[in-house]
């Protein structure tokens, strides 16, 4: 009788394998456990990282530098990116509109890197020294904190 199908089952639909039904089976007794030890007992497990007892991964690396839990991390943006918004007062807000700042969580800080020609009044929580020159000199304001509006709301 000849072959109508060619195609194969994937390997990835496999009947699973039935244990312990008899020795003819091939995986009866022990049910391919092997005899005594820790991973022939009913709901035996080890952790994931175990390495039989061999010093693990975790304790082998050396560790190296301190990971400061208080760091403040800022947002960064140059008073080059400022000019492209034109809104006489720049805050939070206005960042996140335009897309210089990703999520609410963090703390803004302005760079003196390019300049700026208008007069605008810059809310961040940080400035460089540079930048808040360079902000007054064109006859702006470099405040610290938020604007009273956004103070209320939060």
Not at 62 to 75: I, S, T, V, W
Not at 124 to 151: C, L, M, N, W, Y
Request: proline residues 4%; positive net charge.
């Amino acid at each position: 009788m000849e072959e109508r199908y060619t195609l194969k089952k994937p390997e990835s639909i496999k009947r699973r394998k039935r244990v312990g039904r008899g020795m003819s089976s091939g995986s009866g007794k022990t049910s391919g456990r092997g005899h005594k030890g820790q991973m022939s007992r009913s709901g035996a497990k080890r952790r994931a990282w175990f390495e039989g007892g061999q010093m693990p991964l975790q304790r082998r690396v050396p560790k190296r530098g301190f990971n400061n839990p208080c760091r403040l991390e800022y947002a960064v943006v140059n008073l080059s990116q400022l000019g492209s918004i034109g809104t006489p007062e720049i805050d939070r807000d206005a960042l996140l509109k335009q897309g210089l700042v990703k999520g609410k969580g963090s703390a803004i800080k302005i760079l003196g890197n390019g300049s700026i020609e208008k007069a605008v009044t810059v809310y961040a929580d940080a400035f460089s020294a540079s930048a808040r020159e360079k902000i007054e000199k064109a006859g702006g304001k470099a405040i610290v904190g938020r604007p009273a509006a956004q103070a209320k709301e939060s």
